[in-house]
């Protein structure tokens, strides 16, 4: 049986000019602040700031441009309140690096640390979380993998990655596991994996889940507007809280904050 915690809600803070959902609207520095600000007052404990948009068919962002603009905001949410829990959305192990020096406590790498051989020295060198996403390269030359069974493809991923963790003496339980919803999947994969995402908390223990704003099934998207999308997210937000999820992350932190609430009182009271 799995031993189910409150799920968290991890807030989406881009500082790009292209990512899917909303770029742009945060490359201004007090847009940015704002919407921290925003997101605490909604009851956001962990904020979640990216300088490189993994959109599909996503560039590179150098490193010194990914620095930039994400110090000064750690520096803004560590005087603002020394509570909040700053995860950096980053493939580089300098911006993490630097960015874990400055205050940040988790680096989400969409790319499992394969794109930064450094990345694990990091995370060990300043005893961090680390959320281990798999980023196939098809997603950046937007395209979709073809695979017979993605939790099987997803399983063999994973257990290489935990491998090489241990192999950097990595804490285990500092380890977060995102099977990426969207990123190189086609639609039925996406469902499959949601479906199935108690099997990942029963195998990985602490699992993220990122479906924000996204339409990751034609299936189930016939007759929603982008402006409904949310319907969506909270929905799946009260599903995996119910199955044991230890982060959603999400644009808008009042709804689906709402619906960690709901769903985390219900299962209390059974």
Known sequence: ???????????????????????????????????????????????DI???????????????????????????????DQEIIISIDTR???????????????INDVSGTNHDDSMFDVIKKHNAEIILGHLPGEHQQSKIINTPDILELLTEYFDQLVS??????????????????????????????????SYFVERYARVCVGISNKRFSSKLFEDI??????????????????????FMRVHDIEPNQDAVEVSWKTLISQ
């Open 1 to 47: 049986m799995i031993m189910i915690n409150k799920t968290k809600l991890l807030g989406i803070l881009n500082l790009t000019s292209n990512s899917f959902s909303d770029g742009g609207n945060y490359l201004d520095y007090s847009n940015a602040k704002n919407h921290v600000d925003k997101m605490i007052m909604e009851g956001c404990k962990y904020i």
């Open 50 to 80: 990216g300088a490189e948009s993994t959109q599909s068919g996503f560039s590179d962002v150098s490193s010194d441009i990914q620095i930039d603009k994400i110090i000064p905001l750690i520096d803004y949410i560590k005087n603002l």
């Open 92 to 106: 580089s192990s300098i911006v993490a690096d630097q960015c874990l020096a400055s205050g940040a406590s988790m």
């Open 164 to 197: 090489k963790a241990k192999f950097h003496d990595i804490d285990i339980k500092k380890i977060i596991i995102d099977p990426c919803i969207c990123f190189g999947k086609s639609g039925a994969d996406n469902i499959k994996i949601l479906k199935n995402i």
């Open 225 to 246: 507007q982008d402006n409904e999308l949310n319907i969506i997210s909270t929905a799946i937000t009260s599903f995996a809280s119910f199955s044991g999820v230890e």
